[in-house]
C-alpha cells in the first residue's frame, strides 16, 4: 500500500482537503495541471484561485452560508481561516481580495512539508492508494473521460456564468453612492437632510447605482437584443438556475431584474430622497478597493456588447472593464447515485471526489466537502472509523444531500431547507433560523470538537 494520499486539483475543496491532510502527519501528493495547462476561465498559477465574484456570502448566523463558515471556522478550516485574514469591505457578507486570498493558499501549501506539489495534467485515476479527485467545474477533457468511464456515466457537465470588474474610479460617484440594503432608507419622517448627514456615516461597502423607469426600460431593452457568445449545441441545456446570465433572466418578463439582482427595496436615491426604480449594486472586489464587481451581472454577452450595453446604467457611462463577464462549462458527477456521505464512491470506498464536480455549488460549499472528505481521507488511511457529520449540521446536511437518491439532481448551495426541521413550529424566519444555527452549533461541538 502507498505511503500517501493523493489529491487531484489544487482549488478550494482540493487545497482544503490537501492542508487537512498534511495536518495529521499523512504525506499528499498535490497534483495541478498549472502552470502546465489551464482551463478556459483560470488566468494565474496560484492554488485556489476565484474565477467568479469575490463574495464568500453572507457571515450572519440566520444564513446558512454564514452557518457553514462559522461550522468550519470551529472546525479549524484552513481556507475560511485566510478568507477571514484577506476580507475586503463587504457590509455583513465576507469578501476577499482575491489575489491575495490565493497567494496565501499557495504558501501555506508549498511550505508544508508533507504536501509534494506535482505541476502536471492527471488523465488516469491512480490505481493504487487513496485519491481525492477535486477537479472542479472545469475538470479536463481527458481527465472527464476518464471519470465517466469510472462512474459508468454518460454526462459529466453543466454551464454558469461570471461577472465582469470595473475600475472604480471610473465611476461616476456624482450618481452612485455606498451603502448596504436597508441600512440607506430614508424613514417615513425623516427630514431629507437629516439622511443625507446620516449616510455620510455608513460603512462604505456596497457602491449603488440608481435607475428611474425610463432609463430601466432603456436598459432592459438593448440587454434582451444584444448579441450573445454563440454556444455550441451541446451547451445550450445545461445552464445552471442559480447562476443564470442576466440577458436571459430578462427575457422572462420586464421587471424579473426588479425583483432580483436589480431590486430596489431597502435603498434611498440621494438625488430625489425617493426608493428608486432599480438599483445596480457593485460589491469591491480587491483589498486597495480599486476594482468592484456588478452584483449578479453573470453574462454570456460579447466583449463589446458588455461595454455597450452596462455603460448604458447611470454612473458607468464611462465606465473601464478590467475583466467582462464570461460562459464557461462546469463539471459535476451524479452525486446521489455514486458518493456516500463521506464523499467517498460507494463502489469504490478509496476514491473520493470534492469540490463542485460533487454539486455542492459555492465557495464555501467545495471548502466544506474538501474538507469532509479530506479528514475521512485520513480516517480511512489510518484504519479508523469514518466521521459522517449530524445532518442537523449545514455541513452534514450538504454531506447527506448529495449522497441521497433525488430526481433531476442539481448543484445544491447551503441553506435551511436542507435541515431537519425544528419540533416546534416557529413562524418568524429570523427566531426560526437562528434556533436552526444554534442547534448546528451545539451538534457540531459535542462529537467533534478533537477531530
Known amino acids: 500500500m502507498v505511503d500517501y494520499i493523493t489529491v487531484i486539483g489544487g482549488g478550494l475543496a482540493g487545497s482544503e482537503a490537501a492542508l487537512q491532510i498534511a495536518k495529521r502527519g499523512i504525506k499528499v501528493k498535490l497534483y495541478e495541471m498549472k502552470p502546465v495547462k489551464f482551463s478556459p476561465a483560470h488566468s494565474n498559477e496560484n492554488f485556489a484561485e476565484i474565477v467568479c465574484s469575490n463574495s464568500f456570502k453572507s457571515n450572519l448566523l440566520t444564513n446558512a452560508c454564514g452557518l457553514l463558515k462559522e461550522e468550519l471556522r470551529t472546525l479549524g478550516s484552513y481556507l475560511i481561516e485566510v478568507a477571514d485574514s484577506t476580507k475586503v469591505p463587504a457590509g455583513q ?6 489575489d491575495n486570498f490565493s497567494e496565501r493558499v499557495t504558501k501555506l501549501i508549498k511550505e508544508n512539508e508533507n504536501i509534494e506539489v506535482i505541476h ?28 465517466l468511464d469510472k462512474i459508468g456515466e454518460k454526462q459529466l457537465y453543466f454551464y454558469d456564468a461570471a461577472a465582469p470588474i470595473i475600475e472604480k474610479d471610473s465611476i461616476d460617484m456624482d450618481i452612485a453612492f455606498y451603502g448596504n440594503r436597508y441600512d440607506e432608507e430614508r424613514g417615513l419622517d425623516e427630514p431629507y437632510e437629516d439622511w443625507l448627514e446620516r449616510i455620510k456615516t455608513q460603512e462604505e461597502s456596497y457602491i449603488n447605482l440608481p ?68 438599483i445596480v449594486q457593485l460589491r469591491q472586489d480587491n483589498e ?19 461595454k455597450r450595453v452596462f455603460s448604458m446604467i447611470p454612473g458607468l457611462e464611462n465606465g473601464e472593464f478590467v475583466k467582462y463577464g464570461v460562459m464557461h462549462r462546469n463539471t459535476y458527477i451524479n452525486s446521489t447515485k455514486l458518493l456516500d456521505d463521506t464523499y467517498s464512491l460507494k463502489e ?3 476514491i473520493y471526489f470534492a469540490g463542485q464536480i460533487t454539486g455542492v455549488e459555492g465557495y464555501v460549499e467545495s471548502i466544506s466537502s474538501g474538507f469532509v472528505a479530506g479528514i475521512n481521507a485520513c480516517n480511512q488511511f489510518n484504519k479508523k472509523e469514518k466521521i459522517v457529520f449530524d445532518d442537523k449540521t449545514v455541513i452534514g446536511a450538504l454531506s447527506k444531500y448529495i449522497s441521497n437518491e433525488h430526481d433531476n439532481f442539481q448543484p445544491m448551495n447551503a441553506n435551511f431547507g436542507i435541515l431537519p426541521e425544528l419540533p416546534e413550529k416557529i413562524k418568524d424566519k429570523k427566531e426560526r433560523y437562528n434556533l436552526l444555527a444554534k442547534r448546528s452549533l451545539e451538534n457540531l461541538k459535542i462529537p467533534y470538537g478533537n477531530l
Open 93 to 98: 457578507a465576507l469578501a476577499v481580495d482575491r
Open 348 to 350: 469504490d470506498k478509496r
Open 211 to 278: 435607475m428611474n423607469k425610463e432609463e430601466y426600460e432603456r436598459f432592459v431593452d438593448e440587454l434582451i437584443n444584444a448579441e450573445t457568445v454563440v454556444l455550441h449545441d451541446f451547451e445550450k441545456s445545461e445552464i445552471f438556475e442559480g447562476c443564470m446570465p442576466l440577458e436571459i433572466m430578462a427575457k422572462r418578463g420586464k421587471d424579473t431584474l426588479r425583483f432580483g439582482p436589480l431590486k430596489p427595496v431597502g435603498f434611498t436615491d440621494k438625488r430625489t430622497g425617493r426608493r428608486p426604480y432599480a
Open 288 to 306: 486597495e478597493g480599486s476594482l468592484y464587481n456588478l452584483v449578479g451581472f453573470q453574462t454570456n454577452l460579447k466583449y463589446g456588447e458588455q
Open 120 to 147: 502536471d495534467e492527471v488523465t488516469k485515476i491512480p490505481e493504487e492508494g487513496i485519491v481525492i479527485i477535486a477537479t472542479g467545474p472545469l475538470t479536463s477533457e481527458d481527465f472527464s473521460k476518464e471519470i
